[in-house]
């Protein structure tokens, strides 16, 4: 594909390519991914911690501590997202604090951040889910197919 490419340009174009290719940066990917594997893990270090404390102090179970633990982990990004700490952690772990639920957090707090010069109501109101807004639709959408070829196997088996 990229030969294909290179096929269509001129001589000079071909000269210039291998001249930028020469002095481009060299970009860290190793070392990023590393940054990210560690960033996600503590993250969900932090996420396993705070299911046992739902779990030893308040007494929940396994299964009915993860709900809140969902929401504590959400609150925490949108709070460090507020003090500006978040984005640092980003710039930092890219990928790493963006995957997990508090990557969620971040993008509906952010969007708030952004257009609440715009008023509360079109504002913040408008552009809370804007880029949350994909995640939120994918997700129901997919627990939706889940769900019907679940229900469909139940009835075929019928288990």
């Known amino acids: ?3 294909k490419k290179n ?8 000269k210039y390519k291998e001249l930028e290719q020469k002095y481009e940066a060299k970009r860290p990917v190793v070392k990023n991914c590393i940054k990210a594997f560690f960033v996600g893990g ?3 270090l932090l996420g396993q911690v705070i ?3 739902y779990i ?12 809140p633990t969902v929401a504590t982990m959400i609150f925490l990004a949108m709070l ?3 003090f500006g700490v978040y984005d640092r952690i980003g710039q930092f772990a890219g990928a ?3 995957v997990p639920v508090t990557g969620f957090g971040n993008s509906v707090i952010s969007a708030a951040i952004e257009h609440r010069t715009e008023g509360f109501v079109l504002g913040v109101g408008g552009n809370i889910f804007k ?3 994909t995640v939120i639709l994918y997700g129901v959408f997919s627990a939706f197919v889940v769900a019907l070829v679940k229900q469909i196997y139940l009835m075929v088996i019928g288990g």
């Open 42 to 44: 503590l993250f969900c």
């Open 1 to 3: 594909m990229a030969n």
């Open 56 to 67: 030893f102090y308040f007494n929940f179970t396994e299964q009915t501590a993860s709900n």
């Open 51 to 53: 299911t046992y404390m």
């Open 96 to 98: 790493g604090s963006a």
């Open 7 to 14: 096929e269509k340009l001129t001589p000079e174009q071909q």
């Open 80 to 82: 460090l997202t507020g």
């Open 131 to 133: 880029l949350a807004g």
